[in-house]
């Protein structure tokens, strides 16, 4: 079915895809949903590096060793967090545009109010810096770019620490040798 890694990173980078766009269809993307979206990411790059690890080990005519086993586990949840983090920069870019200007409302809401409370205690001088440095710390995390890029970072480690596991279970338990 799934004859090397980035066939299978590709795979279910699309199944990561079609759930964050059914999430998005249903009207669910904020609140509680943001969380479980983690999770299912999580759970999808179990699979995938479960997978790759797996392809890998069909592939070869002789036992790959635990370095090919790591190896394949790690580049399949590499290209894997690469991909993801495209599609989600794609998503917040282009198909939810209005996501991050929802979460910095609040944000920026509770900032006016901290203002206000500061400007007994500072100079006009201060307070405007700590209000730009403020909302310039907001505009940068809560943007496309940035959500995309820990994204990759987050998957890329999980992925090499699920790699490792993974090796280690498949080299230990009798049915995936």
Not at 88 to 109: C, G, H, N, R, S
Not at 128 to 152: C, D, H, K, R, V
């Amino acid at each position: 079915m799934l004859k090397n890694p980035f066939q299978v990173a590709i795979t279910f980078s699309l199944v990561a895809l079609c759930v964050k766009l059914i999430i998005f269809s249903l009207g669910a993307q904020h609140g509680d949903m943001e969380r479980y979206l983690i999770y299912i990411y999580m759970l999808i790059l179990l699979l995938t590096v479960f997978f790759g690890i797996r392809s890998n080990k069909i592939n070869n005519t002789n036992p790959p060793t635990f370095g090919e086993d790591f190896k394949s586990g790690a580049r399949t949840a590499s290209f894997f967090a690469v991909l993801v983090a495209i599609i989600t920069f794609v998503y917040y870019a282009q198909i939810d545009a209005d996501f991050f200007e929802i979460k910095k409302q609040p944000l920026f809401e509770k900032l006016a109010v901290d203002a206000k409370e500061k400007a007994a205690t500072m100079d006009k001088t201060e307070l405007t810096e700590f209000l730009s440095n403020q909302i310039l710390g907001i505009n940068m995390y809560l943007s496309p770019y940035f959500q995309a890029m820990w994204t990759m970072f987050g998957l890329v480690f999980m992925g090499l620490f699920y790699a490792l596991v993974f090796t280690f279970m498949m080299r230990k338990v009798p049915g995936f040798k």
